[in-house]
């Protein structure tokens, strides 16, 4: 399964709402897809999984949301702290895949 | 505290092998299916394998399979990966991950703790 994000890089004023986009090249079985945000020099964390179920501790402005094979992560409000890389993953079948990466920079 | 730490890494020559380690603490290790992955410079995020709690289930990513071995050793809370046959393309940061299943209904998993990574060199 190919998992295709968009946009490449997201340039967004603190405050503002962010929407990434994943693209699944087939079916992930009953959602079965993450998101994690990966910022520099630092491990992957995962935020979302089930494609809308935020992983514990993860603040409420992270949404998932999905409509076939399309997945979508929303940032309802950027902090200059979500600043990052985010990857989609699905763990349908193996092998499991992510997606290219999403880079969200806060003006 | 929860805590995985990779161990391992350096600079190989093409052709060489690698057997990375990862010492896990503050949980039990048994519990959990555990991945690694991997991340080449500048590139994004590879899954390369996943092993079950007793290591009898096993799972590789394609363009790896037949050079890797993943491994682990519930007595010394430890996960391994050998690699083979090393190639320039096998150079990235690889990193070990617990895998979590959120419910036992739906088969939801997550990568939800991750150590700070090993970084792998393959060059002459």
């Known amino acids: 399964i190919v998992l295709t994000q968009s946009p490449g890089t997201l340039s967004l004023s603190p405050g503002e709402r962010a929407t990434l986009s994943c693209r699944a090249s087939q079916s992930v079985g009953s959602n079965y897809l993450a998101w994690y945000q990966q910022k520099p020099g630092q491990a992957p964390r995962v935020l979302i999984y089930?494609?809308?179920t935020r992983a514990t501790g993860i603040p409420d402005r992270f949404s998932g949301s999905a409509s076939g094979t399309d997945f979508y992560l929303t940032i309802s409000r950027l902090e200059p702290e979500d600043s990052a890389v985010y990857y989609c993953q699905h763990y349908a079948n193996s092998p499991w895949t992510f997606g290219q990466g999403t880079k969200v920079e806060i003006k | 505290e929860v805590q995985l730490v990779e161990s391992g890494g350096g600079l190989v020559q093409p052709g060489g092998s690698l057997r990375l380690s990862c010492a896990a603490s503050g949980f039990t290790f048994s519990d959990y299916w555990m991945a690694w992955v991997r991340q080449a410079p500048g590139q994004g995020l590879e899954w390369v394998a996943n092993?079950?709690?007793?290591?009898?289930?096993?799972y590789f990513v394609d363009s790896v399979e037949g050079r890797l071995t993943i491994s682990r050793d519930n007595a010394k809370n430890s996960l391994y990966l050998q690699i083979s046959s090393l190639r320039a393309e096998d150079t990235a940061v690889y990193y070990c991950a617990r895998v979590v299943r959120y419910s036992s209904g739906r088969a939801d998993y997550g990568m939800d703790v991750w150590g700070p990574g090993t970084t792998v060199t393959v060059s002459s």
């Open positions: 092993i079950n709690q007793d290591g009898g289930e096993k």
């Open positions: 089930g494609a809308s």
